[in-house]
């Protein structure tokens, strides 16, 4: 079986344009290609920074504008928001610090194929509040629990499952299979599917299959021609029922026919309209953190960015919702695409801080204060790895010889599935609250928002389904709560946590299945105690 024409000529190209020759049969199609690990290792360091600058520049409009009106152009300059360039040492974000810790893994049990219970002893050790959200959060307490990836990735298991995480926390794993995108995928399955199921499990995929291509892009066309091709080819990943191929196919169309280039605004409002204020392709926005919304917004940023870093991370800071996410991923992409040198031409500055405070959000590493330079040669040993190992390839003098892949980027052969779950938050008006009060700005809590109550404090909702579960938070404060369904009493359960001083959100206290489809009603009562109870939200079963 020969490869697929496109990736072919891409890679030949690819390989003519770095000075290398590659392996042809009489046709020119090609068995094999090139790549420099030396300048490799300087594309290593371009992610690391790219990653960097725009996760920090990112973050003063996260969450900021989550709907009409949104940040424009005329927000951003000097004096208003503007690019994070001096950051001495660059402090860890969830942008990056989750990379660092799987890298961090793939070094110390000298396996690229990390499995379930590593990663889950890897998180355990290093990855923890305060600093987690979502997904994460809701995964993490789950393998604290002893439930192994991918399970802690389920709709059953995780409410969070559509959120954003894991396309923020997964891309290495393209940078580190260069030019192989089926082996980026396998390499990024487990921690793909430790937070992300179905939809944002392809986004996150998306990402992962566009950085593995950047290596082997046409060089000899335009810097916006190659953002288009390396998403076209990661689009084929997408199952066409699934909400995202619909949010790429419109995002790309609305770019497409905007004669106005530089007016991304008027993309972005339509993908607000269509998305966010309109149930659209399955797609029903609940947070801002979604998966899908910010897979949506992220296109506005790559399209209209067309390959210029500053371009693209400025409209993606502009954007809305959770704007620092998208940021980071394309200027990590960026960084890799064109090299380390390249960052320091678009910003006319060659003295960047080379250092990397991991443990400025993360714990127990061995290196606290890293720097890009050692990451990326030890990102370098990784891959000699994986490209003998995994590829089939050969590693001579400083070039890896990788065959090239034989096969189309496969789409997952999964029929058009609904998650029958639907979360209910506490803030919700249909809630009976009797010394119970939903607390806002409670950021580790699904949609930032908590009850807590006290002494004798009671809750009631009414629902429609055939199974409930009830999430909250647990802490070294925590009481006891006694549930009931339909009036019956199914015991007491126990909100106390003493793992640590941060408590453990996103715990499911209680589930009931198999109840007879109709209306329901649970009630959740506090102990006679001044002790802390907490409803984070139900999962329900409709």
């Not at 089939?392 to 070039?399: A, L, Y």
């Not at 892949?405 to 779950?421: D, G, K």
């Not at 629902?463 to 015991?491: E, W």
């Not at 941060?502 to 009931?512: A, C, D, L, P, T």
Request: charged share 20%; hydrophobic share 35%; net charge negative.
């Amino acid at each position: 079986m020969t490869a697929p024409k496109y990736f072919l000529f891409a890679a030949l190209i690819a390989n003519i344009a770095l000075g290398q020759i590659a392996d042809t049969s009489e046709n020119m199609e090609i068995t094999h290609y090139q790549i420099n690990r030396n300048e490799y290792k300087e594309k290593l360091r371009g992610f690391w920074l790219g990653s960097c600058i725009a996760n920090w520049t990112g973050l003063p409009t996260e969450n900021r504008r989550t709907d009409f009106p949104f940040f424009t152009d005329a927000d951003f300059g000097p004096g208003k928001y503007d690019y994070v360039l001096n950051e001495d040492p660059w402090g860890a974000d969830d942008d990056t610090d989750i990379e660092y810790v799987y890298q961090h893994a793939m070094e110390k049990y000298n396996n690229f194929m990390l499995t379930g219970e590593q990663i889950s002893t890897e998180w355990q050790k290093h990855i923890g509040l305060p600093t987690l959200w979502v997904s994460n959060l809701a995964a993490l307490g789950q393998m604290q629990n002893g439930v192994i990836p991918p399970d802690t990735s389920l709709p059953e298991n995780n409410p969070m499952w559509d959120m954003i995480d894991a396309q923020l926390t997964t891309e290495i794993f393209g940078a580190f299979a260069p030019g192989r995108p089926d082996i980026a995928l396998k390499l990024g399955n487990l921690p793909v599917r430790t937070t992300a199921y179905l939809h944002s499990q392809w986004a996150a995929e998306f990402y992962i299959i566009m950085y593995s291509l950047t290596s082997v892009v046409d060089r000899s066309i335009s810097r916006k021609d190659q953002i288009l091709w390396l998403a076209e080819q990661a689009r084929k990943r997408i199952p066409d029922w699934s909400y995202i191929a619909d949010m790429y196919d419109f995002a790309k169309t609305a770019y497409d026919v905007n004669p106005d280039k530089d007016n991304w605004e008027k993309t972005r409002d339509e993908i607000g309209r269509r998305y966010q204020h309109s149930v659209t392709a399955g797609y029903q926005y609940k947070y801002p953190w979604d998966s899908g919304i910010n897979f949506a917004a992220s296109l506005v940023s790559l399209f209209y960015g067309e390959g210029d870093y500053k371009k693209t991370i400025r409209i993606g800071a502009m954007c809305g919702w959770d704007s620092d996410n998208p940021t980071a991923t394309w200027g990590g992409l960026l960084g890799l695409l064109y090299g380390y040198q390249e960052l320091e031409i678009q910003f006319n500055k060659t003295d960047f801080a080379d250092t990397y405070d991991i443990a400025r959000t993360r714990f127990k590493l061995p290196i606290p204060l890293d720097n890009f330079t050692d990451m990326a040669e030890r990102g370098i040993d990784i891959i000699d790895d994986i490209v003998v190992k995994a590829m089939g390839g050969t590693i001579k003098g400083d070039k890896w010889i990788i065959p090239a892949m034989n096969s189309e980027i496969a789409v997952p052969l999964v029929q058009e599935t609904v998650v029958p779950w639907l979360t209910v938050e506490d803030n919700d008006p249909g809630w009976k609250f009797n010394g119970f009060e939903s607390h806002s700005e409670n950021w580790n809590a699904s949609g930032s928002t908590l009850a807590k109550g006290y002494a004798n404090c009671t809750a009631e909702l009414n629902f429609t389904g055939t199974a409930v579960q009830y999430y909250a938070y647990r802490s070294p404060v925590g009481g006891t709560v006694k549930i009931l369904i339909d009036g019956k009493s199914y015991g007491e359960f126990s909100l106390e946590n003493h793992a640590s001083i941060h408590g453990q959100y996103y715990v499911k206290i209680f589930e009931k299945l198999n109840l007879k489809y109709g209306n329901h009603s649970i009630q959740i009562i506090g102990d006679g105690n001044d002790s802390e109870k907490t409803i984070d939200m139900l999962s329900i079963l409709d």
